[in-house]
């Protein structure tokens, strides 16, 4: 016990002072395409991510020569992300247990025929599928684009951290709970059509219609949904700046899926080295017909120098609000350390709190990750 609250109390003072790791986005005051060939963000990185960001204003050490940036020709480009982890905790048993395991091998490819026009596939190294690809027309008027394919639908923080409650949370289902967070699970991505523009005023409008996901991926692909049982999604996103170094994101997140509500808002505020993100969730029977959950995500994140962040999170999540001890909270204390180009060490204490555990609550949780990207 005299060991437990010691972690918990160390946890909570690394908190008050590790005030957090801007979103990217946000620190630059610019949309997630300005890094990304996705517009929406995530996966492989485009000219200026890849040459400037990454190699320029994120890392600890630059480089004094231009590392390979995957393009093979005018036309061809590749990538890679790969993500090892241990997490350190007490198993059911008392024993401390020690897993090493690949988060993540993934091998990227984007072909552009056209300036206008791309094909993007994601393959998974771990199951050898393809497991996200798309084809977009961008260029249009008002900088809009669109593309159809296997997509993650735009809603929310697109948070790297697929544990996140906001994002798939603990997809094993650790704690007992019903669910322990949202639907958004890594593996799932639905097949659909999506758009995107801006509207001005720093306003961008996204929105798709793709296959039923919210309650897993149906096997027939669609072929039995009617049009009313399709995944309808639509974010409204407004980017300010304020002299320079203040930024400023919000955004109205809305998914609608047969009876199947999902509502949220988030952004936040970047001032210098410290960034604060929030978002916050309503979903109407997502788990069940009848049931309303809750989703909280908060971070506060400080660089007190390039290559280097200190992040606090408060994390929530209620899978039904009709039962007042089904609910799960966590607190993470992290370091973030970007040493050189495409190389990031994730150091973390993990305090999960339930209601419902028999036997008392978890000890704290040590997470370790080694991530390395082209």
């Not at 393959?123 to 961008?138: D, K, P, Q, T």
């Not at 809750?294 to 039962?323: C, K, N, V």
């Not at 970007?338 to 993990?350: E, K, M, N, S, T």
Request: charged share 20%.
């Amino acid at each position: 016990m005299k060991t437990r609250l010691f972690w918990i109390i160390i946890t909570l003072l690394v908190f008050q002072i590790a005030v957090a790791v801007p979103r990217f986005s946000l620190e630059n005051g610019a949309s997630c395409n300005l890094c990304h060939v996705n517009p929406t963000g995530g996966g492989m990185r485009n000219d200026y991510g890849t040459t400037i960001f990454a190699l320029d204003e994120l890392p600890r050490i630059t480089m004094e020569s231009e590392p390979w940036d995957g393009v093979i020709n005018e036309h061809l480009k590749i990538g890679g992300e790969f993500r090892i982890q241990s997490l350190i905790h007490e198993n059911a048993a008392g024993d401390i247990a020690t897993p090493i395991f690949p988060m993540q091998a993934d091998l990227t490819t984007l072909v552009t025929p056209t300036d206008n026009f791309s094909i993007y596939g994601n393959i998974r190294l771990s199951g050898g599928i393809l497991n996200e690809f798309w084809a977009m027309v961008s260029g249009l008027p008002n900088e809009s684009w669109v593309r159809v394919g296997r997509i993650l639908p735009d809603y929310g923080l697109k948070l790297d951290d697929h544990t996140a409650f906001i994002r798939g949370g603990n997809i094993r289902q650790t704690h007992g709970l019903t669910a322990e967070g949202l639907f958004f699970a890594p593996t799932l991505l639905p097949t659909g059509i999506e758009a995107g523009t801006k509207i001005g005023n720093g306003i961008r409008l996204t929105g798709g219609i793709s296959n039923a996901f919210v309650r897993g991926v149906e096997p027939s692909y669609g072929f039995s949904e009617s049009i009313s049982d399709k995944a309808f999604s639509l974010k409204v996103t407004r980017l300010k700046s304020y002299f320079e170094f203040v930024h400023t994101m919000n955004a109205i997140s809305l998914i609608r899926e047969s009876n199947v509500t999902v509502a949220g808002i988030s952004g936040g505020i970047s001032l210098n080295r410290i960034t604060w993100h929030y978002e916050f969730d309503r979903v109407e029977n997502g788990i069940q017909d009848t049931t309303i959950s809750h989703a909280m995500y908060q971070e506060l994140s400080y660089s007190p120098a390039q290559g280097l962040t200190l992040i606090g999170r408060y994390e929530f999540f209620d899978p039904d609000l009709d039962y007042a001890s089904e609910a799960i909270q966590r607190i993470v204390a992290g370091v973030e350390v970007f040493p050189r180009y495409g190389l990031q060490y994730i150091f973390q204490v993990r305090v999960t709190r339930t209601d419902n555990i028999p036997g008392g609550q978890p000890t704290p949780e040590f997470l370790c990750q080694l991530h390395y990207w082209f």
